[in-house]
């Protein structure tokens, strides 16, 4: 300080308050504080500014003080002219360095003072404030606002990371960042976006792989802790060979590791801090980041990997219909040339004189009918109904139609074999329309209940029907036959004989509903998910036997529900199953006699009923609420 005591102002008294008070009173300010004569010569500093520049004041005595960057001078001597004119000045935002280097953001209140009496400027005192950590925080909040803001914005993973990266890049003054990813199963690490001040470098480093246990990514993976690399020529982690392939020299960096709950993903990379070195609150920072791309990142391995998974199950899918189709198509043509040529046999085995042929050709015929069901069963479900061999055999038949007339004529003497053939090319290979009707779904219940029961007569069920509704549903007859004869044969099979059928037609606030209920062995827990989505059996094959049609346990073919829930899916209805076990069926090897008479648990016969049993509810809209979809799939089949 100067000797004489300094004012503030011209003329402007000092209130008694002499050097030595002024001293003690700069000293105590937690502020830097400096004074400068008019020659910009530096004459006293406080300890508060040693403490945060680094300089001694013997250091620097009677010198400018080194601390202005470059970048800032002119800005600093415009200043020094606004203070000439305005004697006091506040509050300029602005930088200054330390004696490290480092680069601090400073706010500069300015003063020229003056001697006692002199109206001649003597001085200047300068108090600096450093915010370099608030306004370092403010901007670190703002970025990660901006980043929070940006992770449901952007769709695609790589322009949300480069994003970030760019983010993280600007706030810690780094001239490159990049994310860092771990492949696992080859245990490599790849560089999946980078972001350098040096664009070709940047675009190369998207090509490097390295192991995932080479350099300072693969020490932090080690640890799962962040890592500052002041100098990486002293490094003993620092991987050069990344540096000689993207042809870049990496000075110094940060890494910190990319986290997940129960595991390490990444790093995530910033080198060549612009000014200074990088520090804890650089570290800090980046380790928050790392935290927030930790899930998406995360995520988007999940997403790839059900996509992929996604994207081979429809291939299986769509080859594993091709083979069921071909199958399918294939079936016909042998079933019913095998069909045929037991029927012939049929005819001329009585001839033959042979004994006891009739219930081998009984059986044959019943099981090439069951191989023939299936295969209709399959088109439904599959609704790819192919008609090129309808044409070709039609084709065949109208150009041969005479020649085979007269072969017919000598050898069967019949006139009308060709009409006969056409007929059973028809029946096998000709195209079935599904045309929509209004249709009363309680008639059309009783009736078709009716027609079935000759089928399983030879049974002692009881069946009771019930309808309390006369709503009309909108659907092909053929589908809603098959539904009813499905749901039927199913709840015959099931149910041993002595037991009860139920079969209820009631109406609903959307529309009429028709349930099935049975009284029989019922289906296991873990199998009730899984009875309406594939080719699945309501119990195990083990049990099947090869009965006929509506025996107990007749071996179904597990594909009538599944053709329900198609034909659901199409003409928007639902269908509900509910189901309980037999409780004397604890176990699946269990297997009941099919008698409540035969059953050695039950007291009384009776009591079967409520032991177990399935319902299957089946919910139509009515055709007057008949939504313009199904009306529309309705007029397709028509048009088909």
Same mark, same amino acid.
């Given at each position: 300080?100067?000797?004489?005591?300094?004012?503030?102002?011209?003329?402007?008294?000092?209130?008694?308050?002499?050097?030595?008070?002024?001293?003690?009173?700069?000293?105590?300010? /937690?502020?830097?504080?400096?004074?400068?004569?008019?020659?910009?010569?530096?004459?006293?500093?406080? /300890?508060?500014?040693?403490?945060?520049?680094?300089?001694?004041?013997?250091?620097?005595?009677?010198?400018?003080? /080194?601390?202005?960057?470059?970048?800032?001078?002119?800005?600093?001597?415009?200043?020094?002219?606004?203070?000439?004119?305005?004697?006091?000045?506040?509050?300029?935002?602005?930088?200054?360095?330390?004696?490290?280097?480092?680069?601090?953001?400073?706010?500069?209140?300015?003063?020229?003072?003056?001697? +006692?009496?002199?109206?001649?400027?003597?001085?200047?005192?300068?108090?600096?404030?450093?915010?370099?950590?608030?306004?370092?925080?403010?901007?670190?909040?703002?970025?990660?606002?901006?980043?929070?803001?940006?992770?449901?914005?952007?769709?695609?993973?790589? +322009?949300?990371?480069?994003?970030?990266?760019?983010?993280?890049?600007?706030?810690?003054?780094?001239?490159?960042?990049?994310?860092?990813?771990?492949?696992?199963?080859?245990?490599?690490?790849?560089?999946?976006?980078?972001?350098?001040?040096?664009?070709?470098?940047?675009?190369?480093?998207?090509?490097?792989?390295? /192991?995932?246990?080479?350099? #300072?990514?693969?020490?932090?993976?080690?640890?799962?802790?962040?890592?500052?690399?002041?100098?990486?020529?002293?490094?003993?982690?620092?991987?050069? *060979?990344?540096?000689?392939?993207?042809?870049?020299?990496?000075?110094?960096?940060?890494?910190?590791?990319?986290?997940?709950?129960?595991?390490?993903?990444?790093?995530?990379?910033? #080198?060549?801090?612009? *000014?200074?070195?990088?520090?804890?609150?650089?570290?800090?920072?980046?380790?928050?980041?790392?935290?927030?791309?930790?899930?998406?990142?995360?995520?988007?391995?999940?997403?790839?990997?059900?996509?992929?998974?996604?994207?081979?199950?429809?291939?299986?899918?769509?080859?594993?219909?091709?083979?069921?189709?071909?199958?399918?198509?294939?079936?016909?043509?042998?079933?019913?040339?095998?069909?045929?040529?037991?029927?012939?046999?049929?005819?001329?085995?009585?001839?033959?004189?042979?004994?006891?042929?009739?219930?081998?050709?009984?059986?044959?015929?019943?099981?090439?009918?069951?191989?023939?069901?299936?295969?209709?069963?399959?088109?439904?479900?599959? &609704?790819?109904?192919?008609?090129?061999?309808?044409?070709?055999?039609?084709?065949?038949?109208?150009?041969?139609?005479?020649?085979?007339?007269?072969?017919?004529?000598?050898?069967?003497?019949?006139?009308?074999?060709?009409?006969?053939?056409?007929?059973?090319?028809?029946?096998?290979?000709?195209?079935?329309?599904?045309?929509? &009707?209004?249709?009363?779904?309680?008639?059309?219940?009783?009736?078709?209940?009716?027609?079935?029961?000759?089928?399983?007569? &030879?049974?002692?069920?009881?069946?009771?029907?019930?309808?309390?509704?006369?709503?009309?549903?909108?659907?092909?007859?053929?589908?809603?036959?098959?539904?009813?004869?499905?749901? #039927?044969?199913?709840? #015959?099979?099931?149910?041993?004989?002595?037991?009860?059928?139920?079969?209820?037609?009631?109406?609903?606030?959307?529309?009429?509903?028709?349930?099935?209920?049975?009284?029989?062995?019922?289906?296991?827990?873990?199998?009730?998910?899984?009875?309406?989505?594939?080719?699945?059996?309501?119990?195990?094959?083990?049990?099947?036997?090869?009965?006929?049609?509506?025996?107990?346990?007749?071996?179904?073919?597990?594909?009538?529900?599944?053709?329900?829930?198609?034909?659901?899916?199409?003409?928007?209805?639902?269908?509900?199953?509910?189901?309980?076990?037999?409780?004397?069926?604890?176990?699946?090897?269990?297997?009941?006699?099919?008698?409540?008479?035969?059953?050695?648990?039950?007291? +009384?016969?009776?009591?079967?009923?409520?032991?177990?049993?399935?319902?299957?509810?089946? *919910?139509?809209?009515?055709?007057?609420?008949?939504?313009?979809?199904?009306?529309?799939?309705?007029?397709?089949?028509?048009?088909?």
């Amino acid at each position: 300080m100067p000797s004489n005591t300094p004012k503030f102002g011209p003329g402007e008294k000092t209130s008694g308050i002499g050097p030595a008070s002024y001293r003690v009173l700069l000293d105590f300010l /937690p502020d830097p504080v400096f004074v400068l004569d008019m020659q910009y010569r530096l004459t006293y500093v406080n /300890p508060a500014f040693v403490k945060t520049f680094g300089w001694q004041f013997e250091e620097i005595a009677g010198r400018q003080i /080194p601390f202005i960057p470059e970048n800032l001078k002119a800005e600093t001597r415009a200043g020094s002219r606004r203070l000439l004119r305005e004697k006091v000045i506040h509050g300029i935002h602005t930088q200054r360095l330390t004696k490290e280097g480092r680069l601090l953001d400073v706010v500069l209140d300015c003063a020229l003072f003056y001697e +006692e009496a002199d109206q001649t400027p003597s001085g200047q005192v300068v108090i600096l404030r450093d915010v370099t950590r608030e306004r370092r925080t403010a901007r670190s909040n703002q970025a990660l606002f901006r980043i929070a803001m940006a992770l449901p914005r952007y769709r695609r993973l790589d +322009e949300l990371l480069e994003f970030i990266i760019k983010e993280v890049q600007d706030l810690i003054g780094a001239r490159g960042a990049s994310v860092i990813l771990l492949d696992e199963r080859r245990r490599e690490f790849f560089i999946r976006v980078a972001s350098f001040d040096d664009r070709a470098a940047g675009k190369k480093m998207r090509e490097i792989r390295f /192991p995932a246990d080479q350099g #300072v990514a693969g020490q932090v993976l080690k640890t799962g802790k962040p890592l500052i690399v002041p100098d990486t020529s002293q490094s003993p982690y620092f991987f050069r *060979q990344v540096d000689r392939q993207v042809g870049y020299r990496t000075l110094n960096m940060l890494d910190v590791p990319i986290q997940t709950q129960s595991r390490t993903i990444g790093v995530l990379c910033a #080198v060549n801090k612009k *000014q200074g070195a990088f520090d804890d609150a650089d570290m800090q920072l980046l380790a928050t980041v790392g935290s927030m791309v930790a899930l998406p990142l995360e995520n988007a391995r999940i997403n790839d990997a059900l996509k992929r998974s996604y994207e081979e199950l429809k291939s299986v899918n769509r080859a594993k219909g091709r083979v069921i189709h071909h199958l399918s198509h294939e079936l016909k043509t042998p079933v019913a040339v095998l069909a045929a040529s037991l029927n012939l046999l049929a005819r001329k085995l009585p001839a033959s004189g042979i004994r006891g042929w009739q219930r081998t050709i009984e059986r044959s015929q019943r099981n090439l009918k069951r191989l023939l069901d299936m295969q209709y069963e399959i088109e439904d479900i599959l &609704h790819q109904r192919r008609f090129e061999t309808y044409r070709m055999l039609s084709v065949l038949l109208d150009s041969c139609s005479d020649v085979i007339e007269a072969l017919a004529a000598e050898q069967l003497q019949s006139e009308d074999a060709t009409a006969a053939i056409r007929r059973r090319i028809d029946e096998l290979f000709g195209p079935t329309e599904a045309v929509c &009707h209004d249709i009363r779904l309680a008639r059309f219940t009783r009736r078709r209940i009716d027609g079935l029961r000759p089928y399983f007569a &030879h049974r002692r069920l009881s069946l009771k029907v019930e309808t309390t509704s006369d709503a009309v549903v909108r659907i092909p007859e053929d589908v809603l036959a098959k539904v009813i004869d499905g749901l #039927v044969r199913n709840a #015959v099979e099931n149910t041993p004989d002595g037991a009860r059928i139920e079969v209820r037609v009631q109406d609903r606030r959307n529309g009429p509903l028709l349930e099935v209920r049975d009284c029989g062995v019922g289906i296991q827990k873990e199998d009730r998910r899984l009875i309406f989505e594939n080719y699945f059996p309501s119990q195990d094959l083990s049990q099947y036997a090869t009965r006929k049609p509506y025996d107990f346990n007749a071996g179904g073919k597990g594909f009538d529900l599944l053709r329900m829930k198609i034909f659901s899916e199409r003409y928007h209805f639902t269908i509900d199953l509910r189901s309980r076990r037999c409780k004397f069926l604890r176990v699946a090897d269990d297997r009941c006699p099919g008698d409540t008479a035969a059953c050695r648990h039950l007291k +009384e016969p009776g009591d079967c009923l409520e032991t177990g049993g399935t319902s299957v509810q089946v *919910q139509f809209r009515s055709a007057a609420s008949t939504d313009s979809r199904l009306r529309e799939v309705c007029t397709l089949e028509e048009s088909l």
